[in-house]
């Protein structure tokens, strides 16, 4: 569980860096159009990210999630397709933590 919940919240702060933070914004606001489409995704660049962390974390330093074998050939991909439901909800409590914490919210905004 604990690789899990390691995972989830690494691709999604990845996600994250790679895509809204200030932080990092002289990177990502000079994205051209097809990257700049492909990261405000959060899905779609989820399952990269947490495939490429399959790779480094499971191979590399032996951290498997789901119990799965991470030298077996399928374990990236099947990371990578949890990323695809695990990163957007985790950068969305990311992000609506944020909003509250600046005193609006995520919710307010819609009419």
């Not at 860096?17 to 492909?38: G, H, N, V």
Request: contains cysteine; aromatic residues 14%; hydrophobic residues 55%.
């Amino acid at each position: 569980m604990n690789a899990l919940l390691l995972y989830a919240l690494l691709s999604a702060s990845m996600w994250y860096l790679l895509a809204r933070a200030m932080i990092t914004k002289w990177l990502w606001s000079r994205y051209p159009p097809w990257l700049d489409s492909f990261t405000g995704c959060a899905a779609c660049s989820g399952f990269w990210i947490a495939g490429t962390l399959a790779l480094v974390l499971g191979r590399g330093l032996s951290i498997a999630v789901l119990d799965l074998d991470p030298y077996a050939w399928y374990y990236a991909p099947v990371v990578g397709i949890c990323g695809i439901a695990w990163t957007p909800l985790v950068a969305y409590l990311h992000q609506e933590a944020m909003m509250r914490l600046s005193g609006t919210s995520l919710l307010d905004r819609r009419e």
